[in-house]
């Protein structure tokens, strides 16, 4: 999994790209269940683009930069348009990708846990969402691995290359890396 301490990567305007929100459950980074930032449970002030201001100033996606994607001219019949570069590397697009001769929209494989949560010590209800820890990834559900992931031959990577996906489904913005994360990517 992705350091919860580091941005995933950056896009392309040179906004960081993260997918993790800073809130837990009771307030307990220990506790084991995170607070998915795009799950409805917690209000962090997302604009238009699925981002927002933290305290410290500083700007960030925590879902699909729609501005970004409309300026880069994404279309849903044609590859993504490259979105950004990831902390290991590696280059991060948006929803689409050229397979063969053909566009195909690029799928997570993260899926809803069905049943309820343990509660206890742990939250209780259903699996809707509200947590990180209420998806599970089911290999081969969707076009895309673990990391959000595949190997694609793009403009800018005609030779092909391993490449990560910001979709519309869970995890949105993958949340670990088949590389190693480079310095400059940690927070303090």
Same mark, same amino acid.
């Given at each position: 999994?992705?350091?919860?301490?580091?941005?995933?990567?950056?896009? %392309?305007?040179?906004?960081?790209?993260?997918?993790?929100?800073?809130?837990?459950?009771?307030?307990?980074?220990?506790?084991?269940?995170?607070?998915?930032?795009?799950?409805?449970? @917690?209000?962090?002030?997302?604009?238009?683009?699925?981002?927002?201001?933290?305290?410290?100033?500083?700007?960030?996606?925590?879902?699909? $930069? !729609?501005?970004?994607?409309?300026?880069?001219?994404?279309?849903?019949?044609?590859?993504?348009?490259? !979105?950004?570069?990831?902390?290991?590397?590696?280059?991060?697009?948006?929803?689409?990708?050229?397979?063969? &001769?053909?566009? %195909?929209?690029?799928?997570?494989?993260?899926?809803?846990?069905?049943?309820?949560? $343990?509660?206890?010590?742990? $939250?209780?209800?259903?699996?809707?969402?509200?947590?990180?820890?209420?998806?599970?990834? !089911?290999?081969?559900?969707?076009?895309?691995? &673990?990391?959000?992931?595949?190997? !694609?031959?793009?403009?800018?990577?005609?030779?092909?290359?391993?490449?990560?996906?910001?979709?519309?489904?869970?995890?949105?913005?993958?949340?670990?890396? @088949?590389?190693?994360?480079?310095?400059?990517?940690?927070?303090?």
């Amino acid at each position: 999994p992705l350091d919860r301490g580091a941005a995933f990567g950056v896009a %392309v305007n040179g906004v960081p790209v993260d997918p993790n929100a800073a809130e837990f459950w009771q307030g307990d980074p220990r506790a084991g269940w995170s607070y998915n930032a795009l799950g409805g449970a @917690v209000s962090l002030g997302l604009d238009a683009n699925y981002a927002h201001v933290q305290a410290s100033g500083a700007y960030h996606y925590h879902g699909l $930069p !729609i501005g970004l994607l409309q300026q880069l001219g994404w279309s849903a019949t044609a590859p993504s348009p490259l !979105i950004g570069y990831a902390a290991d590397g590696f280059p991060i697009y948006a929803l689409t990708a050229q397979q063969g &001769e053909r566009t %195909v929209r690029m799928s997570s494989s993260y899926q809803l846990k069905s049943g309820n949560r $343990p509660g206890g010590a742990q $939250p209780s209800g259903r699996y809707d969402g509200a947590f990180v820890e209420d998806f599970e990834y !089911i290999a081969g559900s969707g076009a895309l691995d &673990e990391c959000n992931g595949a190997m !694609i031959t793009s403009a800018e990577y005609p030779g092909g290359t391993y490449a990560y996906f910001l979709t519309e489904a869970y995890p949105v913005i993958p949340r670990c890396l @088949v590389g190693e994360a480079g310095k400059g990517f940690s927070k303090r």
